[in-house]
């Protein structure tokens, strides 16, 4: 899992609303962005090269250091914390934003359960093997991510209850923004005007 998260991970932001993204809330930070161990091979050797890092030192890391190593607090896409020795071993998904319809609930419910079955059948050697094979970015990044999840949806019997275009619209008249700076929201107010900041009683 930890493998899928660091290969996917910019892919996954990609299908997350922009109340989701990495430059607007500080709690659901990307696994891979600066101040996780996992982005210095990233940043020093790129993405490709990287990758290889990163898969070989988790492939020899202690179940403790791997949590560290991709998820070095809470406040992360993925929160890999509740897995160190001790915790209750989920790992809690922060990407998803507040819903107020069943139908939005059920689709990130089914998002998130696509993804794990991805990372099962794709994971770890066949990650491992696409990375160092490949000589061009782009394919890695990641043309067959949607029809992969998609695919692992329908092996699953959730391909109806999951829809990507969806997922990446927020409702902004639901939303409440009582931490977020007046830069954020009008960075958000960019892609809609009806993004506002809400009294914190």
Sequence with gaps: ???????????????APPSRQDD???????????????????????PLRGLVYAFDYIDNAT??????????DKYRAWNFNPCRPGGHGSIEFRRAPGVTTFQASIHWIA??????????????????AHVRECTYLPEV???DFRT???DCAAQLGIADC??????QRDDPDALHFTMSNAKVISRLQRVDPRYHSSDNP
């Design 141 to 143: 990044y990641h043309p």
């Design 148 to 150: 992969q999840l998609l």
């Design 111 to 128: 998002f998130t359960m696509a993804f794990i079955d991805m990372a099962i059948q794709h994971s770890p050697v066949s990650l491992a």
């Design 24 to 46: 607007i809330q500080g709690f659901c930070k990307s696994n891979i962005s600066q101040g996780t161990m996992v982005a210095a091979p990233l940043a020093r050797y790129g």
């Design 1 to 15: 899992m930890a493998k899928a998260v660091a290969f996917w991970e910019p892919a996954t932001a990609r299908c």
């Design 162 to 167: 999951l829809d990507l275009d969806t997922g």
């Design 63 to 72: 179940r403790e250091s791997i949590v560290h190593y991709v998820c070095p």
